[in-house]
């Protein structure tokens, strides 16, 4: 089976750290191999962008660099750090004249970007061995309803990501799906969650959320499954902001992808940092028996 370089991101790594837990639990249940390197920031996609884009086509080549010298893809698992990835080998791809400059920069500490690695996203990862996933489920969660936020950067720009339809996702849904677990369909799928938004206009942000939230739970769903770190703490963090804001009742249970599929496979919810949600799960839990 090949063998990964794994991208966790600043994210993951610094505020939420059970889900790269959880990640690596389940990559060794279902035999994904993964090894490290010695990455820096992807940079993040909406931030070093925005102010230099030559910047960002550097640091990010360097990244690609690592996995090139060993001749490894890289998985990544998050959004953010994918697209940039994807991003930077997208214009470096498409620019002689970019790529030219970016090898200048790299050339001072001994580096060259070639474009050989592939790097990819760990729902397409999970996709591509789904097979191995539902033979290493030993507990179906028929009792949960599941409602999906694949998030903004796994599927636009849609020419560099090449992972789902941006208006009518489907992947995050069809992993779901194999636990057992009951898909619900929302109005608002596609709907950003507002956490890049937030950032600047938290209003804008709140209202954003507010939308996502008030379609998920009119749809019914006892929890909201995401693959995206960003989108992970703005549906966990500002839950209970938005209940005072609004005079409202916000409190469904979130979970990464990976988290979902690790109770799926009978890992303990102890081992892989349930408890560390600002969103308590225990209403999740006890659907599926836990």
């Known amino acids: 089976m090949t063998e990964y370089k794994m991208f966790e991101g600043c994210t993951i790594g610094n505020r ?12 060794e249940k279902v035999g994904i191999t993964t ?3 010695p990455f820096a920031c992807c940079p993040d996609p909406t931030g070093m962008k925005s102010f230099d884009n030559d910047v960002w086509l550097a640091m990010g080549a360097f990244n690609l660099c690592l996995a090139e010298a060993e001749g490894k893809p890289i998985v990544s698992l998050c959004n953010g750090c994918t697209n940039t990835l994807r991003g930077v080998q997208h214009q470096l791809k498409h620019d002689s004249h970019l790529k030219e400059k970016v090898n200048k920069q ?14 990819k996203h760990f729902v397409d990862v999970i996709k591509e061995n789904l097979d191995s996933v539902k033979g290493a489920l030993t ?7 599941v409602a ?12 560099w990501m090449e ?5 009518r996702p489907e992947n995050l849904k069809n992993i779901v799906a194999a636990t057992g677990a009951t898909v619900v369909d929302y109005d608002e799928l596609a709907l950003c969650c507002g956490s890049a938004v937030s950032n600047a206009y938290e209003e804008y942000g709140d209202q954003i ?3 996502k939230l008030d379609s998920i739970s009119k749809a019914g769903a006892d929890v909201i499954v995401v693959n995206c770190p960003a989108c992970f703490q703005q549906f966990d963090t500002k839950q209970r902001d938005l209940s005072k804001k609004f005079d409202a009742n916000y409190d469904i249970p979130v979970l990464y992808l990976t988290e979902l599929l690790a109770l799926g496979m009978g890992i303990n919810p102890d081992e892989i940092g349930l408890k560390f949600h600002r969103v308590r799960v225990k209403s999740a839990l006890e659907k599926i028996g836990l």
Not at 106 to 119: M, Q
Not at 148 to 159: D, K, L
Not at 163 to 167: E, G, V
């Open 163 to 167: 992972a789902d339809d941006p208006l």
């Open 148 to 159: 999906c936020h694949p998030g903004c950067h796994y599927m636009r720009p849609a020419e």
């Open 139 to 145: 507990k179906q969660l028929s009792g949960l309803k």
């Open 106 to 119: 790299l050339e001072k500490i001994g580096k060259e970007y070639k474009g050989s690695v592939e790097v």
């Open 209 to 211: 959320l507010k939308k």
């Open 16 to 27: 939420i750290p059970f889900i790269e837990a959880a990640s690596r639990k389940v990559f």
């Open 35 to 37: 090894s490290e390197a």
